[in-house]
């Protein structure tokens, strides 16, 4: 049968970005979107910058960073959301 759909998926220490969406989006329901925690990732920046870039052909990305109160140290949300109309592929 049909894998159960979600309306969020959240991951956390999972690995790329790449990788997080190529597992994600078949579970994702239609509408939905998927939210990574990230180490400090400013858009353009960092190991993901190139992955973004392939990424945004099929995805919409938001990228929420802010530093850790006592630390300082930079983390990041990543909200992605399929874009209409473009295949899972």
Same mark, same amino acid.
């Not at 078949?26 to 925690?37: F, H, T, V």
């Not at 993901?48 to 109160?69: N, V």
């Not at 300082?72 to 209409?84: A, E, T």
């Given at each position: /049968? !049909?894998? &159960?759909?979600?309306?969020?998926?959240?991951?956390?220490?999972?690995?790329?970005?790449?990788?997080?969406?190529?597992?994600?989006?078949?579970?994702?329901? &239609?509408?939905?979107?998927?939210?990574?925690?990230?180490?400090?990732?400013? !858009? /353009? !920046?960092?190991?993901e910058a190139e992955p973004l870039k392939d990424l945004k052909e099929k995805f919409s990305i938001d990228?929420?960073?802010?530093?850790?109160?006592?630390?300082?140290?930079?983390?990041?949300?990543?909200?992605?959301?399929?874009?209409?109309?473009?295949?899972?592929?």
């Amino acid at each position: /049968g !049909e894998p &159960e759909r979600y309306d969020v998926i959240v991951s956390r220490a999972l690995g790329s970005l790449r990788l997080f969406t190529a597992l994600g989006r078949p579970l994702l329901a &239609e509408g939905g979107r998927m939210i990574a925690y990230k180490g400090g990732m400013d !858009e /353009g !920046e960092g190991d993901e910058a190139e992955p973004l870039k392939d990424l945004k052909e099929k995805f919409s990305i938001d990228i929420h960073s802010y530093s850790l109160s006592l630390s300082g140290d930079r983390r990041s949300l990543v909200f992605v959301r399929p874009k209409k109309g473009v295949g899972t592929t």
